[in-house]
Structure formats: structure tokens, C-alpha cells
Nanobody
């Protein structure tokens, strides 16, 4: 049974930083790409960033490029999202997800962690 557990969310003022973590279990973590998504109230879930299984390739949404950094530690089965220079529009529930090995879909999702940025 695959489980993803996010942590690290919270409330911060604009310009501040947070680091989200997502610990995976129940799968060979180092074989899978991982992604971060977010969903703000009243909006659809949107892609934030993804990282390849080895960590060698990363992709970011334009809205977070240059401010957020995705990374992973395969020895710890953990993927991270370092968020700097946060803006009020970054307020959302953040989810990590496991990317299918062969097609561009995400198969497993965490429960989410709330990030609130005040102006």
C-alpha cells in the first residue's frame, strides 16, 4: 500500500520561506518521479514542480520558477519543496504525488498540507 505523508506547511508572511517534505512508503521510491501540486480555495489543482527518479531533471511552473526548489533524498524516501519569497497567491493546500513510470499521470497522492501566506 502506497502512502505519502506531507509535512512542513504553516502560516508565514509574504517574503518568507517554508520547506515542505513528503515521505513515501510502500513503493521503490528511487524508481519513481515525484511531483508537487497545489489547490487554492475555489480553484483547480495546479502543477507546481516535478523531479525525476534520480533527481537529475526538474520542471517548474512559471509561477514558482526561481522561488521554489524541488529536491529528493532517495535514501530517506523523501521529496522536498523549498519555497522562498512566498507570496499571498501561493496560499493553497500542497500535495505530493507519485508519477507513473511510463506515462505522464500521477498515480498516488498525499493528504496535503496547508500553506498560508499573509500580506
Amino acid at each position: 500500500q502506497v502512502q505519502l505523508v506531507e509535512s512542513g506547511g504553516g502560516s508565514v508572511q509574504a517574503g518568507g520561506s517554508l520547506r515542505l517534505s513528503c515521505v513515501a512508503s510502500g513503493l521503490p521510491f528511487s524508481n519513481y518521479g515525484m511531483g508537487w501540486f497545489r489547490q487554492a480555495p475555489g480553484k483547480e489543482r495546479e502543477f507546481v514542480a516535478r523531479i525525476s527518479s534520480s533527481g537529475g531533471t526538474t520542471v517548474y511552473a512559471d509561477s514558482v520558477k526561481g522561488r521554489f526548489t524541488i529536491s529528493r533524498d532517495n535514501a530517506k524516501n523523501t521529496v522536498y519543496l523549498q519555497m522562498n519569497r512566498l507570496k499571498p497567491e501561493d496560499t493553497a493546500v500542497y500535495y505530493c504525488a507519485v508519477r507513473d513510470r511510463f506515462i505522464a499521470v500521477y498515480r498516488y497522492w498525499g493528504q496535503g498540507t496547508q500553506v498560508t501566506v499573509s500580506s
